[in-house]
């Protein structure tokens, strides 16, 4: 008496192997009909249920930039989109973490700390936000007595609270409730615990609306999704910089 299946090996082996195709097939199948289901919101759709996040593109649509009115430096771009073009360069170049003391200010190229990222963007704008910085607090110490209580034009505008004193009298103060996600823009400035940490704010978003923020904490990626992590700093400030409101006595241009 013979045991088990009557069909020949090399039949099943066959039907086997047609089973594989048609399930390669169903897969391949389905994969086109996924992103055939691209919807007008942005949204990829799948026929087996569920959404993907909302492509970058459809949250800028959504949340779209109100480009600044000044170009400072005169390269037919506005200072929003300069400042958030001159956050990423320095977050796509990811230079190593460094917030040591260097003599003249400026760090290497390669190296940086928070604070670096924004000085760095300003520049793309034409602004010397060093030169901004260390003028105002010699103008104005008692401004600047908690932030720099002994100032020192070698690492002021590198400290988080300085610039925090700085875009308080000279930016538009914004909200910093980040469930008001229309309130938030590229190019805006973000400060965490008043002395703590700084970024820049980006014009990507998570899937719910939440701005990334482009900064440097020495992560790997420097434009994330920082607010929507489970545990993040506090949001104590969030600024603006128009320069058609800032006395022109305070500005200064960007010669590096």
């Known amino acids: 008496m013979q045991h088990g299946s009557s069909i020949p090996r090399r039949h099943r082996t066959g039907r086997r192997v047609a089973v594989v195709i048609a399930a390669v097939a169903v897969v391949a199948i389905v994969a086109a009909v996924v992103v055939a289901h691209l919807s007008d919101t942005g949204v990829i759709t799948s026929p087996l249920g569920g959404d993907t996040q909302p492509s970058d593109e459809t949250m800028r649509d959504r949340y779209p930039m109100t480009p600044s009115d000044v170009d400072f430096d005169g390269d037919g771009v506005d200072d929003y989109t300069d400042i958030l073009a001159g956050a990423r360069k320095d977050a796509e170049a990811a230079p190593t973490y460094d917030d040591g003391y260097y003599q003249g200010g400026y760090p290497p190229a390669d190296r940086g700390a928070c604070t ?132 022109q006595d305070v500005l200064r241009p960007w010669n590096g």
Not at 128 to 150: G, R, S, T
Not at 186 to 214: A, K, M, Q, Y
Not at 232 to 237: D, F, K
């Open 116 to 247: 670096d990222v924004v000085w760095r963007a300003f520049a793309e704008a034409g602004y010397d936000l060093k030169a901004m910085v260390d003028a105002d607090i010699a103008a104005h110490p008692a401004d600047y007595a908690n932030a720099a209580p002994a100032p020192d034009p070698n690492i002021d505008f590198r400290r988080t609270g300085v610039l925090d004193v700085f875009l308080s009298k000279y930016a538009q103060t914004l909200t910093t409730d980040t469930s008001d996600k229309a309130a938030w823009q590229g190019g805006d400035i973000v400060v965490f615990e008043t002395t703590r940490h700084i970024g820049v704010v980006s014009d990507l978003r998570d899937g719910d609306g939440l701005p990334f923020i482009i900064h440097n904490m020495g992560q790997r990626q420097r434009e994330n999704d920082y607010l929507a992590f489970r545990k993040h700093m506090a949001v104590t400030g969030h600024y603006r910089f128009d320069a058609s409101q800032v006395p």
